[in-house]
């Protein structure tokens, strides 16, 4: 049977690829729109399943808040193009509403959402991916919960390639987002010296006892200047004991955040493709395969 344009501006509208395989799906399905759209979606799974090698190392990361709940996702592609356009950016805000809504355990658990009548949250991925021609993936979330008296500060910097999310307990959202802000710029590895595990803690301080400069000194001295470094490597990590990042230097962040009558409680920060290896491409080799 005929094809007609407005068939095939349907089809396009619906799912976002081009026309040829618009065109193509409904001449094999016969006019059958939804048909068509399965098969589309069929192609989307094969292609993004070519590309299940792929190193999906850049993207975005966001946060979405709702009520009580808020979650910190991290969303990958394997181009910063890709990470910057409409479709991907869309994607990522899809993501993260659906998972602070439906509050999933997991990544598997994320996956199998269903945002639509007919559609779960992998098959949105998988779509995107189809519209894109990049791999993208769902990397990690983390949701937190705050309770009465609490409050929320998110904060996104560099367009969304670092993300933070922080709980205070007795302050309010303003001087959240300003704790935010500093996690974002200064990046601690925990909320205070007391969270830092003691395995942590006992490496640091073989490094310091082995130091060059230490060599040949008794070990009661010794022990006391470890013990000085140490009290500053553990204020160098911990979030609470930092300078805070918009103050005159002198202020903690323990003590602006009391000055303004609370406590940090926690807080998550992504950064895009932290601890992914990223794969090393030859563009003139590339370019030489295409040719050939």
Do not use: C, W
């Not at 704790?179 to 006992?202: G, T």
């Not at 140490?230 to 911990?238: E, P, R, V």
């Amino acid at each position: 049977m005929a094809i007609t344009a407005a068939q095939v501006k349907e089809l396009r509208e619906k799912t976002g690829v081009g026309m040829m395989d618009a065109k193509k799906a409904l001449v094999e399905t016969e006019g059958d729109m939804d048909k068509a759209i399965d098969i589309l979606r069929e192609k989307g799974m094969a292609k993004a399943a070519k590309k299940a090698d792929t190193i999906a190392a850049e993207g975005m990361t966001y946060v979405a808040v709702k009520g009580d709940f808020a979650a910190i996702v991290e969303l990958n592609s394997q181009t910063d193009f890709v990470a910057g356009n409409a479709e991907f950016n869309e994607l990522l805000h899809a993501v993260a509403n659906a998972i602070v809504e439906f509050k999933p355990a997991d990544v598997e658990a994320a996956l199998a959402l269903e945002v639509s009548a007919d559609q779960t949250l992998n098959e949105l991925i998988i779509h995107t991916t189809q519209i894109t021609g990049e791999k993208i993936t769902l990397r990690r979330f983390q949701i937190l919960e705050k309770q009465a008296g609490q409050s929320f500060g998110a904060y996104s910097h560099m367009g969304g390639r670092i993300s933070s999310l922080v709980l205070v307990d007795g302050a309010d959202e303003s001087t959240a987002k300003d704790i935010a802000m500093h996690v974002a710029a200064i990046a601690p590895q925990f909320v205070s010296r007391e969270q830092v595990p003691a395995d942590v803690l006992a490496h640091e301080k073989e490094v310091q006892m082995n130091s060059e400069d230490l060599a040949g000194k008794p070990e009661n001295i010794k022990e006391k200047m470890v013990e000085g470094r140490l009290n500053k490597f553990l204020a160098d990590i911990s979030l609470v004991d930092q300078p805070f990042v918009k103050g005159d230097g002198k202020e903690t962040v323990a003590q602006y955040v009391e000055a303004n009558h609370g406590s940090v409680v926690s807080f998550v920060r992504y950064e895009v493709g932290e601890g992914i290896e990223k794969a090393e491409v030859d563009f003139a080799a590339e370019v030489m395969s295409q040719i050939n």
